[in-house]
């Protein structure tokens, strides 16, 4: 049973509370940021504040009462972007991915910016990209996350697709059906005829995470599966180990908009109970790997998390053979690729994507 304001008729009041005063607090944000001395970071423009100071909000209130919504596997206006990858083999879903309640299931996925075109897109990148949302929000449609995938396609003159992932916030969404997702569509875009070495895996902050445990399990747990061309994160989720109340003690509390009670429902929703949360495919920290694909991260010096992710940037980075690289973006929240529109980022985000593209690129 979850907390009280995350059920009826907790949900309700609180809900019906957050309307009544929305109006208010909208009004003193908007005046409260006009002075520079106010917003959270002194760099920031009023745009900045004010778009983190609203998102911190949504987040808080979606966090507080659970919010869920039903993930469709019908196209509605995306029409033949929107596609539908059913399940591979299922000698695919071997180890750490075989669950006895768990099992595969179609999966949702969004092409960017148009629907991939075997004869003309076969020599172009193509990048497998996974959302954040703490594996309990978000999603792939346009009107839920389109902004980012747009402008890395654009960068990398390719196509993305972002797979509709199942959520911990769902029935049967915990562990491993998020990477039991992502391995439908690897395969998927194998079977398209798409190359191995055309395939970028990507993912911001959960997403990252997500993208992290889909390069472990293809370099340990499967034969079967050719490695990807490189692997780019954005602001990675990498410790899902952490305490979630040391969020409002970090130095960069002000500056993001993570909250506890958001990596509090992450966490327990995607966690499952046969699993610490120090396991090295649900916390990378720590847990670091070898692989011989190229690792690209990016990630804002105002973040909650930066602390943690540059550690796991060094651990990765000690071990032989291992290539990867860092951009810090001054100043920056949590995840200016999912949210770098909503949050006054674009242009930090955009060159962000451009160096990404260039980082693929060195590796043809």
């Known amino acids: 049973m979850g907390p009280i304001r995350a059920r009826q008729p907790g949900k309700a009041v609180w809900t019906t509370l ?17 002075p520079k001395r106010f917003r959270q970071h002194p760099q920031w423009t009023y745009r900045q504040a004010l ?65 991939y075109e075997r004869d003309s ?36 003159d390719g196509l993305v697709l972002c797979p509709q992932y199942r959520l911990a916030s769902g029935i049967n969404g915990r562990f491993p059906a998020a990477l039991q997702d992502s391995i439908t569509a690897y395969q998927y ?10 395939i970028v895996i990507s993912g911001d902050s959960a997403g990252g995470n997500l993208a992290l445990a889909l390069l472990r399990f293809l370099g340990e747990q499967s034969s079967s599966m050719p490695m990807p061309s490189a692997l780019l994160l954005w602001s990675p989720w990498v410790d899902l180990a952490a305490d979630p109340n040391a969020v409002e003690s970090h130095r960069n509390t002000k500056s993001d908009f993570i909250t506890p ?33 190229p690792i690209f991260m990016q990630h804002g010096t105002a973040e909650v998390l930066f602390d943690e992710q540059k550690a796991f940037y060094f651990q990765m980075k000690e071990i032989p053979g291992n290539r990867i690289e860092c951009l810090e973006t001054p100043n920056a929240p949590h995840d200016t690729f999912l949210a770098g529109q909503a949050l006054g ?20």
């Not at 957050?18 to 006009?34: D, E, N, Q, S, T």
């Not at 469709?72 to 929107?82: A, D, G, H, T, V």
């Not at 980022?345 to 043809?364: G, I, L, N, T, V």
Request: glycine share 8%; with cysteine.
């Open 51 to 115: 778009g983190n100071a609203l998102l911190k909000l949504w987040f808080s209130y979606a966090s507080t009462v659970e919010f869920r919504t039903t993930k469709s596997l019908e196209p509605s206006s995306e029409k033949e972007r929107f596609i539908v990858m059913t399940p591979a083999q299922p000698d695919s879903y071997s180890g750490i991915v075989h669950d006895k309640k768990i099992k595969p299931a179609p999966v949702g996925g969004m092409w960017y910016p148009r629907l």
């Open 261 to 293: 009670v958001l990596v509090k429902w992450g966490v327990h929703s995607y966690r499952p109970s046969f699993l610490k949360a120090n396991h090295p495919y649900l916390t990378p920290l720590n847990n670091p790997f070898a692989t011989t694909v």
């Open 121 to 156: 897109d076969s020599r172009k990148k193509i990048v497998l990209h996974f959302h954040g949302g703490a594996y309990v929000l978000g999603g792939v449609r346009p009107k839920e996350g389109g902004w980012g995938p747009e402008v890395l396609a654009k960068a990398i």
């Open 345 to 364: 980022w674009e242009k930090e985000a955009e060159e962000a994507a451009k160096e990404a593209a260039s980082f693929c690129r060195q590796d043809k």
């Open 189 to 198: 875009l194998l079977s398209l005829g798409v190359s191995s070495s055309n």
């Open 18 to 34: 957050v309307i009544l005063l929305g109006p208010f607090r909208l009004m003193f944000l908007f005046l409260y940021f006009a």
